[in-house]
């Protein structure tokens, strides 16, 4: 079955760096999304991107977050500075024009995750 | 207002039983409706899709009611594998991005 990737699984880093969460999209879907989700917290939207630009972003989403498509299968979120209060799992998603099994278009489907830790 | 409110639970059930979680949303204008289910630690996993004639995959019977803006779960003879937090989750329209409820947890106890 196809599956969404993301690397590493766990990043620790020091507030005040950059970090680069990598992802590797189902390979025939267009639409790819951030979210976070902070441990006891909710799931919630970072961005959406498609058509090789942002479409949606979320409050969250501030100057310090940027995300990028360099190639044909990979997906970035990098963010620059980071703060303690982003540290968070960190989930890349993705959706194509119907769902795998067949069913509704808008179905996501989401990687295993990159758990954030700033100390 | 909560955009997807739901019962956090925990749900004890013994292995055999049936429960039911329920969610409400108040955007009348929402589109699409799910089930995930996440695991501890874990990334969501896509349980079902919800329809408006409802829907059933096997042991799980989901249904929606756009009047009441209510999604509701059914699992029948639950195993200890579905112990996890199910997530009800709402899509505005076909492009905006999910909008999660926090879970309701359950517990299958042997």
């Known amino acids: 079955e196809p599956e969404v990737t993301q690397t590493p699984s766990h990043q620790v880093t020091q507030m005040g760096q950059e970090v680069i969460l990598r992802c590797v999209p189902i390979s025939n879907h267009l639409y790819f999304y951030w979210y976070r989700q902070i441990l006891g917290q909710k799931v919630e939207f970072l961005v959406s991107f498609y058509n090789n630009e942002i479409s949606e972003k979320s409050e969250i989403f501030d100057d310090q977050f940027s995300v990028e498509r360099p190639d044909g299968s990979n997906f970035t979120l990098k963010i620059r500075s980071t703060k303690l209060e982003d540290s968070a799992m960190y989930f890349c998603?993705?959706?194509?024009?119907?769902?795998?099994?067949?069913?509704?278009?808008?179905?996501?489907?989401f990687g295993p995750g990159t758990r954030l830790t700033v100390t | 207002r909560k955009e997807v409110e739901q019962d956090p639970g925990p749900f004890n059930v013994p292995e055999g039983a049936t429960v039911a979680f329920n969610c409400t949303y108040s955007n009348s204008a929402s589109q699409s409706f799910f089930w995930y289910r996440q695991d501890c630690r874990k990334e969501p996993k896509l349980l079902m899709s919800?329809?408006?004639s409802g829907n059933e995959d096997g042991r799980f019977t989901a249904q929606l009611n756009r009047a009441s803006q209510y999604i509701s779960l059914l699992i029948r003879d639950s195993k200890l594998s579905d112990s996890a937090t199910y997530l009800c989750v709402v899509n505005h329209s076909g492009n905006t991005p999910l909008v999660f409820g926090k879970g309701t947890r359950l517990s299958v106890i042997a």
């Open positions: 919800v329809y408006s």
């Open positions: 998603a993705s959706r194509g024009n119907r769902g795998l099994g067949g069913g509704s278009p808008y179905e996501q489907y």
